[in-house]
Structure formats: structure tokens, C-alpha cells
């Protein structure tokens, strides 16, 4: 069965540093969601791609958050600098055009030192 | 007040219980409903999806929604240990933008 893949799965950065998170959707969804879980909380949204463009990053802190998909497959989340914060799970997710259901994928646990 | 409201728990039941989880919500215009089951540092996996209102049965679960009172629910029958999880309600007018509760953790005791 396809899965959402993401990398890494675990990262531990101190404050000011760069972090980057890659995500590889199922194949043939046009549309890639990147979401932020604090513990104890529900995902929320920080961007929303259909295939290469940018859909929705009202809620993307850009003044240190970058979202890119080049080719309109994969994807990368930056952040730079982290700040402690951001620590949280940082989950990717992918949907079929014209479907409700999306799927996600195993997310990346970040904590900022 | 928060779009959608859900109880974070935790509950726990006995091994064989019903379980039932809810979530309210304050937007009318929400149109889908969909329930998650999140196991701890895992990504969420889609558990019932339901368009508008009635009910919808798959296996031991049953979704429930409810737009007069803007209220769903999910029904766990016969519920097993391998059920213990953070169950997570979502919604979506249309726009494929998705509003997510807090979650309820569910611990179900052998």
C-alpha cells in the first residue's frame, strides 16, 4: 500500500540552527499539506501545496519558515533559525485532486535544545 | 472559542467496552467529518470519513454526525487494547481545508 514518507523521522537542533524536513507524497496526489502538532494538540496547518504552487501559507511564520515543491512531487519544510519553540511534530500530508481523504505520513519529531 | 472542541481525556475503559468520543463544532458550514486514530509518535491514519449527516458503519466503529447540533461522534463496540490511542475529529467545508480538535486519548485496560 503507497505511504506518505518523510525524513527524518527524529531531529534534535539547538536554537538558531537550520533544520530542514523532506516529504514524498503518494504517488499521483497534486496536493501536499504541511502540518504542525504541539503535544496534546491537533495539527495545524503551516502551508498547502497543488502540485509546484503555493495554495495557502497564511499560517506559515515566514519570517523564519520556508515551504518548497520544486517539481511538484516531494517537498521540503525549512526553518531557519529554529527557535525552541517549534519544537512539536512536524506531519506532511497528501490528497487526491478532487477526494476529501488525506493521508499522512509518520511525521518528524524536532525538539530545538 | 475554538472551531471545533473535542475533550482531550484521557479516558479508559475495560477491555470489550463501548466507547464513545465526540466533537462539537461552531461552524455550520462544515460539510465533511473525519476521524483519526493517532498512536503515540505515529502520523494520524484515517479511521471514518462521512459526508453531512447521518451515520456510517465500518467494522467495530461508527461515525455519527449530527448538524442540527453541530455534534459528531465516534462509537467504538468491543473495544480491544489495540485500540489505546489519540483519537482526533476533522472537519472541512469543502475546501479542502481541514480543522482538526485536540484529540481524546483513549487508554482501553485489558
Known amino acids: 500500500e503507497a505511504e506518505v514518507a518523510q525524513s527524518p523521522r527524529y531531529k534534535i537542533t539547538e536554537k538558531s540552527q537550520a533544520v530542514a524536513f523532506w516529504c514524498d507524497p503518494i504517488?499521483?496526489?497534486?496536493?501536499l499539506y504541511w502540518y504542525r502538532q504541539i503535544l496534546g494538540q491537533g495539527p495545524e496547518l503551516l502551508v498547502q501545496?497543488?502540485?509546484?504552487?503555493?495554495?495557502?501559507d497564511s499560517q506559515l511564520p515566514k519570517d523564519r519558515f520556508s515551504a518548497e515543491r520544486l517539481k511538484g512531487v516531494d517537498s521540503t519544510l525549512k526553518i531557519q533559525p529554529a527557535e525552541l519553540g517549534d519544537s512539536a511534530m512536524y506531519l506532511c500530508?497528501?490528497?487526491?485532486?478532487?477526494?476529501?481523504?488525506?493521508?499522512f505520513g509518520p511525521g518528524t519529531r524536532l525538539l530545538v535544545l | 472559542q475554538k472551531e471545533v472542541e473535542q475533550d482531550p481525556g484521557p479516558l479508559s475503559v475495560p477491555e470489550g467496552a463501548i466507547v464513545s468520543l465526540n466533537c462539537t463544532y461552531s461552524n455550520s458550514a462544515f460539510q465533511y467529518f473525519m476521524w483519526y486514530r493517532q498512536y503515540s509518535r505515529k502520523g494520524p491514519e484515517l479511521l471514518m470519513y462521512?459526508?453531512?449527516?447521518g451515520n456510517k458503519e465500518d467494522g467495530r466503529f461508527t461515525a455519527q454526525v449530527d448538524k442540527s447540533s453541530k455534534y459528531i461522534s465516534l462509537f467504538i463496540r468491543d473495544s480491544q487494547p489495540s485500540d489505546s490511542a489519540t483519537y482526533l475529529c476533522?472537519?472541512?467545508?469543502?475546501?479542502?481545508?481541514?480543522?482538526f480538535g485536540t484529540g481524546t486519548r483513549l487508554k482501553v485496560l485489558a
Open positions: 476533522a472537519m472541512s467545508t469543502g475546501t479542502y481545508k481541514y480543522i
Open positions: 462521512t459526508y453531512s449527516s
Open positions: 504517488s499521483g496526489h497534486a496536493t
Open positions: 500530508a497528501s490528497r487526491f485532486s478532487g477526494k476529501e481523504t488525506q493521508y
Open positions: 501545496f497543488q502540485d509546484e504552487s503555493v495554495v495557502d
